[in-house]
């Protein structure tokens, strides 16, 4: 890890065990963050988000297994997996719950009725989770409690700690898991699609929230959605996902300004604009496939437009040491101005 990166995540790859055979749903997937910084990734259901959320904090269940890479977190050796199988300093899972999860690295769910106890009070199931993480005793953790949710802004948090998660709207319950998240302290915060069930100005005011919280604290983000309005708004770098792997990543400013990859283009394409009237959104074209059937080639020519013959053949593969890079042989020499242009019957 170089000395200004926080988090790294090198050639990562998790299958799962399924009645019909093992399904490789993160492919040699690499990023790094930086400390201070968001880091996106985004792609459609499918696309195995999700499923590199749940290699990092490794929490796949029984049927997930992470079989390649190297997740390191500060001098902390969180996943290390290769052919001869698990490194040695590798982190066991006490010492994983102990020293990192929850503690240093916090985790923001997208649905907060799935977080939240509903039979205990906001306050404190939040002193529960600050008091275990921060060694703290009942009274200051209580003091932390009411401090964290005054500073996400929830109004009169005195008296808010006593109430029960029903007695928050969605906005408001979605800031209580972020001070449930903040209140441990930790260095990184990962988001799984936290603002997809709110409406947009309400996701707008958590959007600043967090820029906010970022600028105070120097908390990094992995912020994890399929909204690419989403990544304009508040990320630093983005890496975009397709099938399990990552297909283009880079600086936000470059990723829309100079996309070099069909599907991130497609995925801009879909989204709208605020000062933009259009009769009808344009949607991606087609499917995304079976992970159980990936495509020989480039995983995205099925649905590409611009795919020729070479498409079908060639698997062009993404440097992830380059500042900015997409997996796509438009960019690399492999005669894609030569190749034959594809005619794919699209819905």
Known sequence: MESDTLFSVDDLATEYRTDSGRIRAVDDVSFDVDAGEIVGIVGESGAGKSAVVKSILRTLGENGEVVNGEVRFKDYTVVSIDENGRDPDMLSDRELRKHVRGNEIAMIMQDP???????????????????????????????????????????EPESRYDDYPHEFSGGMRQRVLIAMALGCRPDLIIADEPTTALDVSVEGQILELIRD????????????????????????????????????????????????????????????????????????RGVMPSPMDTPDGCRFHTRCPDARQACTEIHPELDASAEHDAACIKHDDYGYEQSKPLHIERE
Request: glycine share 8%.
């Open 113 to 155: 009725t799935e977080s939240l106890n509903p039979v205990y009070t906001v306050g404190s199931q939040i002193r529960e989770i600050i008091g275990i993480n921060r060694d703290l005793g009942s009274g200051e953790a209580r003091e932390e409690t009411i401090r964290v949710l005054r500073e996400v802004g929830i109004p």
């Open 213 to 284: 919280l970022r600028d105070d604290y120097g908390t990094s983000f992995v912020w994890v959605t399929h909204d690419m309005g989403v990544v304009a708004e508040i990320c630093d770098r983005v890496n975009v996902m397709y099938l399990g792997k990552i297909v283009e990543q880079g600086p936000v400013d470059d990723i829309f300004h100079n996309m070099q990859h069909p599907y991130t283009d497609a995925l801009i394409d879909s989204v709208l604009s605020p000062d933009e009237r259009v009769e009808k959104l344009e949607p991606i």
